[in-house]
């Protein structure tokens, strides 16, 4: 837990100074035009403002998770966004309905578990928070309010915003469309199907699983270690969040296509993206070995992200 705590800060301090350092005073050779800088500033706007918002709901309702709500549609908001203020550039374009076909996968996914309520401010809480909570370090109240202010809403609305700048970048390359995007395009639609099929044989496993308990069936089988390890999870263990990153990180590939350069400054959210699921995975690894006494020797059999191929 500890190491979850520092990760946590440094991921803090890498949000809140180094991206603004990096992303105004490294990348000089390559300014944002005045439309571009009012674009970005009236993003940061929204995003701050969101994040007030969903601040406030989480402290009233006491669930935190107010964020969750958002993580899959806002990103898809800001790429039409920039979409509609580049006059419909087709490569943001291009990016934009990529964005959304992401969007609707991943709402559909957060909804079917109960994410959403025709109450907005209801619904399921991201069950680590409750783990967190019982943590030492935010038994104060203060404590914890200011993680909840800090990093549950502004580190991660700002980090929404921050993977999908490179919609931006796109928008200040020159480059025209060619067989680069159209390969990225692929890869894509590919870890989105990924992704599905992940989500999808996690939620058969588990809808199986909570209807055996509901009727007091015994679990047997694969259903008495309580985890999923068939099909893409005897593979990786987050076969999920390995197509997430996947996806963003051939998003950020659509910016080099559009000005030639493997780096540039819309790169941070990426990285900061690929911290937190290693943040992530790290903490849901230990609460499930905690829980289930056969994820131990899962951990040791198999892969967290890239790919076992081989039996």
């Known amino acids: 837990m500890k190491f979850n705590l520092i990760l946590i800060s440094s991921l803090l301090i890498l949000a809140l100074v180094v991206v603004p350092i990096f992303t ?155 067989l680069f995007d159209v390969i990225l395009t692929g890869l894509f639609l590919f870890f989105v199907i990924f992704e599905t099929v992940a989500d999808q044989q996690q939620w058969n496993y588990q809808t199986v699983k909570y209807a055996k308990k509901a009727a007091k069936e015994p679990l047997e089988g694969d259903y008495a270690k309580g985890f999923v390890d068939k099909g893409l999870w005897s593979k990786m263990r987050h076969p999920n969040y390995f197509a997430e990153q996947s996806i963003w990180l051939v998003f950020y590939l659509f910016s080099v296509s559009a000005d030639g350069r493997w780096l540039n400054w819309s790169v941070m959210g990426i990285i900061l993206l690929l911290l937190l699921f290693q943040g992530s995975a790290d903490f849901s690894e230990k609460i499930s070995a905690e829980k289930y006494p056969a994820y131990k020797d899962y951990i040791k059999r198999v892969p967290r992200f890239l790919p076992k191929i081989w039996n």
């Open 24 to 178: 105004f005073y490294f990348d000089t050779q390559h300014p944002l035009s005045v439309f571009q800088t009012y674009t970005l500033h009236f993003l940061v706007k929204l995003m701050l403002g969101l994040s007030i918002f969903v601040f406030i709901v989480g402290e009233i309702t006491k669930n935190n998770s107010q964020v969750d709500k958002l993580w899959s549609i806002l990103p898809a908001i800001y790429v039409w966004i920039v979409a509609y203020a580049s006059d419909f550039n087709s490569r943001n374009v291009l990016m934009a309905i990529l964005a959304t076909i992401w969007a609707a996968r991943l709402t559909y996914n957060f909804n079917r578990r109960g994410g959403y309520s025709w109450k907005f401010w209801e619904g399921e809480e991201d069950y680590r928070w409750e783990v967190l909570r019982q943590n030492p370090v935010f038994k104060s109240k203060i404590a914890w309010k200011l993680f909840h202010l800090l990093f549950i809403c502004v580190y991660q609305m700002a980090l929404i915003l921050l993977f999908t700048l490179p919609s931006m970048v796109a928008w200040q390359g020159e480059n025209p469309i060619g």
